[in-house]
């Protein structure tokens, strides 16, 4: 298998001393090409800095990155990715149009699409304004063109929605989808976006605290199986009767049972005396695997 981002015992300090910020801890984590593929984590969790150890941006204290199986930095890599990993910022008196042209002279492209990418984006109608006054949305949009005008094989976006209304995130999902389906792409994403992710993703992994603490596919993440979620009392005994068919959820329980079998176990429950206060069914859920395994549902 080939691999569009391997870390191997990557380690960032920042500082010195008492006040030195560790932001990556004995990290390693490998992204295959193809498909989209999100980094999730809170703010802090080591997001960023993965992305500019893997760009030669910062140096790591330990460890190594490769980027389409190339040392971190290097040249002929870097030529062959896009990046967005900041709020993108453009000469403000350029239009969109002259901005691409001038990204696309510096990478030595002779013929790019400007018009093409302008339109996959949403701002062929903003293609001769100027960005001084364009929106943060729009300037993600203008981003995101930036990152893929010179048709890279592979793009990491950091919060490409960001500042976007709900049907520009919709068309950004869109184009992302598209890019990897169709151009054939690998798109390592991070966003705090969990529906989005969820939808849009094929793979992800979970960050927190400089580590890498859970990775595989969206739906065996999230659990792709829809769950029958019971609140009732005594917890303790619906728990009982569904053994390790059983998961806590707060004060509920989700039981992996079938539609089938979801009628014998409410009879089994009302026989042992258990008090059914509701009972629906829950489909897969990023946001339940994300706040266990990043312990961001449990911030001191």
Known sequence: MSFALQAVGLSKTF??????????????????????FGVLGPNGAGKSTLFRLALGLIRPSGGETQLLEAPAGDPGALRRIGSMIESPRFHPYLTARQTLRMLAALSGMTNPDIDGWLRRVGLSEAADRRTKGFSVGMKQRLGLAAALITRPEAVILDEPTSGMDPSGILEIRALIRELADRDGVTVILASHQLDEVQRVCDRVAFLARGKVTATGSVDAMAGAQEKLRLLASPQAAVLEVLGSRGLADGEAVLAEVSRAEAPDLIRALAGRGVDIIEARWVGADLERAYLFHTGAGHAA
């Open 15 to 36: 500082g010195s001393g008492p006040g030195a910020v560790k932001a990556l801890d004995d990290f390693s984590l490998e992204i295959p090409r193809g498909g989209v």
